[in-house]
């Protein structure tokens, strides 16, 4: 008599034989352990390799339908000519596209001189006041047309030129992105380094003065708004984002929403906007001339970097059109 220990068979097992041979079941009782002989039957083991079969030709890819018909009817297949890919999302009607570049030249680079400034306008895309409240901090504002001038073309062309050492990134000069926003949509650009401490002096119109930041980033917040077909107002707030990250209310679209952010300080006095068609673009750098400024700090690097200068350029490159709607 066969003895069994509730430690080799507590759960059971099955052994499956094919062809004639018998298979058997161990199940447990509450005393002891029988053995019981259970017969497959013929038509068990066709089932069983039919089952197998169908598994088999799942995982190598085979379909059982017809073309273009699932299980439930459903297409399976893409019709001859019919593209595979989902379609593309609609943009908002009044959705307006920016390219944003930001190049970085040697300081001093003959490209940013005055033969660059001439072919660029600086007067008529701005108020006096805005335009004298940002060259006293050490901006310098342009305005291009759809065809840039040649120095800004070889800008975008060419790689960097070492200017301050090898630390100088000698491979790729510009850095770009394109962004979408509807009429009212704000984003924000990284103009310049990040300074872990630094004295920014900041002009006003009565007096000046000086202030300190630690870990501050150099930033603008752009917002472009719809005009016309073809026309659109972009906006540039310059601000310095400073201190620690953690978790703040900031103003959102729907009230005050939780972000993880840094302290931000706007500088309103220096905030200036362009009208732009598409194509056209505004071109914002420093004058080069004193590094602790709003702008010197913005356009020009910190250490190894501290002779780079870099450039911002935001064109207009698209707008979604708007169809007249004519009653009959």
Request: hydrophobic share 40%; net charge neutral; proline share 5%.
């Amino acid at each position: 008599m066969l003895t069994y220990t509730p430690a080799a068979f507590a759960c059971g097992c099955i052994r499956l034989c094919g062809g004639q041979q018998p298979s058997y079941l161990l199940f447990h009782s509450h005393s002891n352990f029988r053995i019981a002989q259970i017969s497959m039957s013929r038509h068990h083991q066709t089932a069983t390799l039919l089952l197998l079969c169908v598994l088999c030709a799942a995982l190598c890819g085979c379909s059982f339908f017809k073309d273009g018909a699932g299980l439930f009817g459903q297409r399976t297949r893409v019709a001859e000519g019919e593209s595979r890919q989902l379609p593309p999302i609609p943009t908002s009607r009044d959705a307006i596209q920016l390219e944003v570049l930001l190049i970085e030249r040697p300081v001093g680079d003959a490209l940013l001189g005055d033969a660059f400034w001439n072919e660029v306008d600086q007067v008529g895309s701005l108020e006096p006041e805005t335009r004298l409240a940002l060259s006293r901090n050490g901006f310098r504002i342009g305005h291009t047309g759809s065809e840039p001038p040649r120095a800004l073309e070889r800008m975008l062309e060419l790689k960097s030129e070492s200017a301050s050492g090898p630390k100088v990134d000698q491979q790729k000069n510009l850095i770009g992105r394109r962004i979408v926003l509807s009429s009212g949509g704000e984003t924000e650009v990284q103009a310049g380094a990040i300074f872990s401490n630094c004295v920014v002096d900041i002009a006003g119109a009565d007096k000046s003065e000086s202030k300190d930041f630690q870990n501050a980033r150099f930033v603008f917040r752009l917002k472009a708004e719809r005009d016309q077909d073809g026309w659109a107002r972009i906006e540039f707030l310059p601000e310095i984002h400073h201190g620690e990250y953690r978790l703040r209310r900031v103003p959102g679209g729907v009230g005050f929403q939780l972000r993880t952010s840094q302290d931000v300080y706007p500088l309103y006095s220096q905030r200036f906007s362009m009208m732009l068609n598409v194509g056209e673009m505004a071109v914002v750098t420093t004058d080069g001339e004193n590094s602790p400024s709003v702008g010197g700090h913005f356009f020009l690097g910190d250490g190894a970097n501290a002779r780079v200068q870099r450039v911002l350029v935001v064109r207009l490159s698209n707008m979604t059109k708007t169809d007249p709607v004519y009653a009959e």
